[in-house]
């Protein structure tokens, strides 16, 4: 007999869109054990190879069901350092749950959702932090002595951290920003990814020993070299890709024109959200538009229209995207939060020009209608603009989250280091190695933006040839 699958709960939306705390709600044990009583334990599991960093997936479900929170928590740390934080921003319908039987065609229980493995993993993750659960550093391993420098505290530079920690080497991880995570941090929202979470996470690497540099830019403050003559033995570099696209547009340098990554950096990590009690002030529009249709304009509409209701301000934020939501790269779930939460849609829209006051200020936006075309090389159909479509909108502050390309601080100085024609640093895919010996790299900086669980998949991948490289070392 199918069973139902359990539905997650999640705040009322008309509260939620007025606060920046958490979202959706975690299962309550009752409702674990109910989901986990869903899986089959399939005789070959394809769920696990649909995740990234190959979680047990059917063991730790299988703990679950027999209470077993602390073995289900040790079955997903011996992958994944970051339980509580995959579990709330993986994009599992892409992944782990794409690949669950259920979802299957031809089965008996395709009809059918998969099973909610995210739900389940934060579960286990929470509860291993709330019961102080830790992973212990190996203590005699014969590569105890050696010294690592991690270059970028993001899942990425995080994720091979651990890795190498739990062998005993000594591990340091330069961060350029005064705080760490990355992404994880300055990007996504509390809403989604509680700090507290966030922090519970990395203080488990500290209590493996993972020693955090704040403030260093690698690039700025010391050279690649430098870190190698102060007796690192190896180097991971985990960048990110940082640095925002713009469309070129006429005005777009006009004031009150963030980019997506200026703007969420202003809240998430400046508590802009909070001024004047924190130092940092955003702008908040009576009339904004969000450029983009991914992960991040998702973000910023939601954190902008936040920032309207806490000031008092009619909410109007209004999403602008060339195709339609089919196409869009964001998570389905982010895109139906966004709508619940007000924001609105324009699809088949490009903007053409933003037009300022006489102060410099922007104050409306004029853009075309478009209808899809052929597909292009990414295999989306193209928004073709349809000739005198245009109109304009009233626009006072406006977010571009079209793209963010590589952080070139460091690669810019670093001439050894090979890089592609985007800036992204080369590597050998099967070890992770830069065209520096001894330098490895993985995450955001390699393969252009991705996911939190790539960039990790990545890091596992180079903490794996980093162990062999120092093996050979030390041998
Ligand atoms: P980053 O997270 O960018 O971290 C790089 C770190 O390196 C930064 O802290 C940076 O300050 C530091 N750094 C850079 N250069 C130097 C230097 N020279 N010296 C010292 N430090 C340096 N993915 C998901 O899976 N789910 C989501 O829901 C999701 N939402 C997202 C929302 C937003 C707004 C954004 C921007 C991305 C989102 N992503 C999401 C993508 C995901 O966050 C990234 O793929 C992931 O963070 C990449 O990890 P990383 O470690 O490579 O880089
Ligand atoms: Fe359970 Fe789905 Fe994995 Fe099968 S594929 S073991 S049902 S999670």
Redesign the pocket.
């Known amino acids: 007999m199918k069973k139902e699958p359990v539905k997650i709960k999640e705040r009322d939306k008309a509260a939620r869109a007025r606060d920046f705390a958490e979202v959706v709600q975690g299962f309550s044990e009752e409702e674990a054990l109910r989901e986990a009583a869903r899986c089959i334990q399939c005789k070959e599991p394809k769920c696990t190879g649909g995740c990234p960093v190959g979680i047990d997936i059917k063991s730790f479900i299988g703990q679950i069901t027999k209470k077993d929170y602390a073995g289900a928590y040790f079955t997903i740390r011996q992958k994944n350092n970051f339980p509580s934080i995959c579990g709330r921003?993986?994009?599992a319908e892409y992944q782990c749950r794409k690949a669950c039987v259920f979802t299957k065609k031809g089965s008996p229980f395709a009809s059918n959702e998969a099973i909610g493995i995210h739900f389940l993993e934060r579960f286990v993750g929470d509860f291993g932090a709330k019961e102080g659960l830790q992973v212990k550093a190996a203590k005699d391993d014969k590569l105890s002595g050696a010294k690592v420098a991690v270059?970028?505290?993001?899942?990425?530079?995080?994720c091979c951290a651990g890795e190498l920690a739990r062998r005993g080497i000594k591990i340091v991880v330069?961060?350029?920003?005064h705080k760490?995570?990355?992404?994880?941090?300055?990007?996504?929202p509390p809403f989604?990814l509680p700090r507290d979470i966030l922090d519970l996470e990395i203080d488990s690497l500290k209590k493996l020993g993972v020693e955090f540099r704040a403030n260093?830019?690698?690039?700025?403050v010391k050279l690649v070299d430098e870190l190698f003559s102060e007796g690192f033995s190896a180097i991971f570099l985990?960048?990110?890709?940082?640095i925002p696209s713009f469309m070129g547009i006429p005005g777009e340098n006009l004031c009150n024109i963030y980019s997506?990554?200026e703007f969420?950096t202003r809240v998430n990590l400046m508590s802009a959200h909070k001024f004047p009690a924190s130092h940092t002030p955003v702008n908040v529009g009576r009339h904004i538009v969000v450029i983009g249709g991914g992960?991040?304009a998702m973000?910023?509409a939601r954190v902008a229209i936040r920032l309207q209701h806490m000031n008092g301000i009619a909410a109007d934020t209004t999403i602008f995207y060339r195709r339609t939501e089919t196409e869009m790269p964001a998570?389905r779930l982010?895109i139906e939060h966004a709508k619940e939460e007000g924001v609105r849609f324009e699809l088949l829209v490009k903007p053409e020009e933003f037009i300022g006051d006489e102060k410099g200020f922007v104050k409306s936006l004029r853009a075309s209608r478009c209808k899809l075309g052929e597909a292009d090389a990414s295999g989306r159909r193209r928004p073709v603009v349809i000739p005198e479509s245009s109109f304009t909108v009233d626009c006072d502050l406006a977010v571009v989250a079209i793209g963010?390309g590589a952080?070139k601080?460091?690669t810019s100085v670093t001439p050894q280091l090979v890089v592609d024609k985007y800036g992204d640093v080369t590597v050998d895919p099967e070890t992770m190695e830069t065209s520096i010996k001894g330098v490895f790299a993985?995450?955001?900086?390699v393969g252009g933006?991705?996911?939190?669980?790539?960039?990790m998949g990545m890091?596992k991948k180079a903490a794996a040839a980093i162990i062999n490289f120092l093996d050979k070392k030390m041998a």
């Open positions: 921003v993986c994009p270059v970028g505290s993001g899942p990425a530079g995080l330069f961060e350029g920003l760490t995570g990355g992404v994880l941090r300055y990007g996504i989604r260093t830019i690698i690039g700025r985990g960048l990110g890709a940082g997506a990554n969420l992960n991040t973000d910023a998570r982010e963010l952080n601080i460091l993985g995450g955001d900086i933006e991705g996911t939190v669980i790539e960039a890091a």
